[in-house]
T-cell receptor, first 115, second 113 residues
Framework: KAGVTQTPRYLIKTRGQQVTLSCSPI?????VSWYQQTPGQGLQFLFE???????NKGNFPGRFSGRQFSNSRSEMNVSTLELGDSALYLC??????????????FGEGSWLTVV | QKEVEQNSGPLSVPEGAIASLNCTYS??????FFWYRQYSGKSPELIMS????GDKEDGRFTAQLNKASQYVSLLIRDSQPSDSATYLC?????????????FGAGTRLFVKA
């Protein structure tokens, strides 16, 4: 079956602009999580959505937001982009999200460069 | 103290040797443990999961879990240059809403031909 699909794969934005990234989870998966990965900070958790509700949130400013639709697809938005937002943004999906055996699977990621 | 800790490396081993990657976690209530491999410029891919104390083998990979010591490891036998990557340890840790997945910073592995 198809894996986690993220679009766009690569994008370049200018400081001050906003960006929206999209994620389609594995069919049947209801939980979607977003991560930011930079060389210096590693994999940083942004937020998790389950059944259209944000269930968990990392320590990122309010410029970072997300949502999930009824078909489990998710989007994340970053407003007023800063140079430091340049990173690989990873979406991950899982069946339910909170069980102790829950396994997450990553998409290929969206590479964002802010200039 | 970080919730999941890994030695950042790099860990360098010769081809054919055993690579040993280690991970410790802070929450004794953690239940499930995972190893992901991430090649440069790519996304993490799941290698193995382990839930019970002891060893779990899958091909050249063996995951080891010791909950009493809060320690999980990954052994790669007969290491190949294609195993050169960053290995991420992930732990399902309890919180008020259930369990959440926490990642370590990763260990970079280099296998020299």
């Amino acid at each position: 079956k198809a894996g986690v699909t993220q679009t766009p794969r690569y994008l370049i934005k200018t400081r001050g602009q906003q960006v929206t990234l999209s994620c389609s989870p594995i069919s049947g998966h209801r939980s979607v999580s977003w991560y930011q990965q930079t060389p210096g900070q590693g994999l940083q958790f942004l937020f998790e959505y389950f059944s259209e509700t944000q269930r968990n949130k990392g320590n990122f400013p309010g410029r970072f937001s997300g949502r999930q639709f009824s078909n489990s697809r998710s989007e994340m938005n970053v407003s007023t982009l800063e140079l430091g937002d340049s990173a690989l943004y990873l979406c991950a999906s899982s069946l339910a999200g909170t069980g102790h055996g829950n396994t997450i699977y990553f998409g290929e990621g969206s590479w964002l460069t802010v200039v | 103290q970080k919730e999941v800790e890994q030695n950042s490396g790099p860990l360098s081993v010769p081809e054919g040797a055993i690579a040993s990657l280690n991970c410790t976690y802070s929450d004794r209530g953690s239940q499930s443990f995972f190893w992901y491999r991430q090649y440069s410029g790519k996304s993490p891919e799941l290698i193995m999961s382990i839930y019970s104390n002891g060893d779990k083998e899958d091909g050249r990979f063996t995951a080891q879990l010791n909950k009493a010591s809060q320690y999980v490891s990954l052994l790669i036998r007969d290491s190949q240059p294609s195993d050169s990557a960053t290995y991420l340890c992930a732990v399902n840790t309890p919180y008020t809403g259930g369990f959440k997945t926490i990642f370590g910073a990763g260990t970079r592995l280099f296998v020299k031909a």
